[in-house]
């Protein structure tokens, strides 16, 4: 189930089937999984996904990216409440995997017995099972709604605005988190970069090479960001009752570390980010536009070279047409 546009559809039928798509998923891995917090896991990726989608194509939806959006935030929130317990489990295991022979063992585990315990408490409570089940219902409403969406137009011109705009912001978010560093901004601009990745992810096939490292890139960043604001919510947390978990001393040990390491986070993402928003806006849409209309034109054989390629086959060669777009691109 590739989360990126087919050639031979047009935008409306690729955005409908991929969310349609998403839907389907999300409501049977929350029907069948029998490890709840993988299936919230992943049913929470599938609405990110659809949410991507709805803001690629939110000056054609109008209202309705208003109300869709309203519903599909409801399901995430609804959901994250108790995937958050896990996020910040892992963390925590990934700063004591790091920092191990500079941390007291007897400590840390007076911490993460608490962790596991609220984790634990998130996901097998009544409340939790009936989370789900509200989940399952909405996304087979959301179904229903998708083919009546007032999706109109075709070509780049039916994309270029949301991605254009999509990607402005995340450059403002940048700039603004370079300048305050705030547990805030820096959450803001990790929401920003995450709507460039699924973007990206969606226009894979416009240069499949080029797109997928662009998308690493992208999933990097987002990662950095995602463990920097799991270590804020795992610090307030701690920081809002430290008796729970071991005592002052043994939390204000264990949040020097996290201190350090988060640190090293936001610098990598950064850095990173200086490169990933390197182009102005114009010039980013316009290089898209540029394989847009070069993947149109594309033969059929070239599309099926292509997906072999993706599919592990042999690589292909670059278009000639391309060189015009690859700086950029």
């Known amino acids: ?78 959901l994250s409440d108790i995937r958050d317990a896990a996020a910040v489990l892992e963390i925590f295991d990934g700063v004591v995997g790091k920092y191990t022979a500079t941390l007291n063992r007897r400590a840390i585990l007076a911490i993460r017995r608490t962790l596991e315990d609220e984790k634990k408490q998130k996901e097998q409570g009544t409340e939790a099972a009936k989370v789900v089940r509200g989940a399952i219902g909405l996304f087979r409403s959301a179904a229903k709604r998708v083919e009546e969406w007032p999706l109109k137009r075709d070509g780049f011109a039916a994309i270029s605005p949301g991605l254009k705009l999509t990607y402005q912001t995340g450059r403002k978010a940048l700039k603004l988190v370079s300048k305050d560093p705030s547990d805030t901004n820096f959450h803001y601009f990790r929401r920003r970069a995450k709507d460039h990745w699924y973007h990206i992810r969606l226009l894979e096939s416009l240069w499949t090479e080029v797109m997928q490292a662009h998308e690493a890139s992208l999933k990097d960043l987002e ?55 390197q182009q102005k806006p114009k010039l980013f849409t316009t290089a898209m536009e540029e394989l847009w209309d070069i993947w149109q034109d594309q033969p059929d054989s070239m599309k099926d070279s292509q997906k072999q390629q993706r599919d592990g086959g042999k690589k292909q060669a670059r278009p000639p047409q391309r060189k015009r777009a690859a700086s950029a691109a």
């Open 223 to 277: 990662q950095w960001l995602g463990d920097d604001h799991n270590l804020v919510v795992l610090r307030e947390k701690l920081e809002e009752a430290p008796d729970r978990y071991g005592g002052s001393e043994t939390v204000k040990a264990f949040l020097s570390i996290t201190g350090r390491h988060q640190a090293e986070l936001r610098e990598q993402a950064l850095s990173l980010g200086q490169r990933v928003y």
């Open 1 to 78: 189930m590739p989360y990126r546009f087919k050639a031979g559809e047009t935008v409306p039928e690729n955005i409908q089937r991929i969310v349609l798509e998403e839907l389907e998923s999300g409501a049977d891995v929350l029907t069948n999984s029998n490890n709840r917090d993988e299936a919230i896991h992943e049913a929470r990726k599938s609405v990110k996904k659809i949410r991507g989608a709805l803001r690629l194509m939110r000056p054609e939806l109008g209202e309705t990216y208003a109300t869709e959006t309203k519903h599909f935030r409801g399901i995430g929130h609804q």
